[in-house]
């Protein structure tokens, strides 16, 4: 079983759109979790950190549930450059540990948002 | 922001040469970068981890001997693939982090596609 676990779609939808993605995780010991987005042939960049009382960052919210292991990321009013794949991942947190930072990432969910 | 940048963002090889690929920390002191490889539709998978004046931590399944990683200065790390294979094509990329950023908020680098004939 993969540590994080995604659908990897496509999730084909239009312009205007809402969205959601799911993820779960099996490492009950992860410590830290986000949403990064990764357009193609090109490196992740974070787009938000998931904190447990849920957070939103404009069109983006992000849930967590621990005692589901479950990680969610909602796009509302999807533009044409949210077409991306939007990766789950989750982080270790052994403060001064030589795995500090260590980040475990799922297989990513693409996204195409289409005019 | 910081900022990782890595050399060469592309490079091909032919098989059995060996290729080096530099993560270099532009404004800050790296004491800890990861190395990832992402094949085409796969997610990104940990090889290493490299620590500025030790050995690096490989992940399970990574061949040391194969990958060598050096971190000797506070700014640079490298991966050299070493007597490369048609199976080592894949996306390399670095991150890096200092004491100062929290967990998981690292910074990437622009990662470097190897493809080895």
């Known amino acids: 079983r993969k540590e994080v676990e995604q659908d990897p779609g496509p999730f084909n939808v239009p312009e205007g759109a809402t969205v959601a993605f799911n993820c779960t995780y099996s490492?009950?010991?992860?410590?830290?979790f986000f949403w990064y987005r990764q357009d193609c042939r090109k490196e992740p960049k974070l787009l938000m950190s998931v904190y447990s009382s849920g957070n939103e960052d404009g069109r983006f919210t992000a849930q967590l549930n621990r005692a589901s292991q479950y990680i969610s990321l909602l796009i509302r009013d999807s533009k044409l450059s949210d077409s991306a794949t939007y990766l789950c991942v989750s982080g270790s947190a052994n403060a001064g540990g030589t795995s500090y930072g260590k980040l475990t990432f799922g297989q990513g969910t693409i996204l195409t948002v289409h005019p | 922001g910081a900022v990782v940048s890595q050399h060469p963002s592309w490079v091909i090889c032919k098989s059995g040469t060996s290729v080096k690929i530099e993560c270099r920390s532009l404004?800050?002191?790296?004491?800890?970068m990861f190395w990832y490889r992402q094949f085409p539709k796969q997610s990104l998978m940990l090889m290493a981890t490299s620590n500025e004046g030790s050995k690096a931590t490989y992940e399970q399944g990574v061949e040391k001997d194969k990958f060598l990683i050096n971190h000797a200065s506070l700014t640079l790390s490298t991966l050299t693939v070493t007597s490369a294979h048609p199976e080592d094509s894949s996306f390399y990329i670095c991150?890096?982090?200092?004491?100062?950023?929290?967990?998981?908020?690292?910074?990437f680098g622009e990662g470097s596609r190897l493809t080895v004939l």
């Open positions: 404004d800050f002191q790296a004491t800890t």
């Open positions: 490492n009950s010991a992860s410590q830290s």
């Open positions: 991150s890096a982090r200092t004491s100062l950023v929290r967990t998981g908020e690292l910074f």
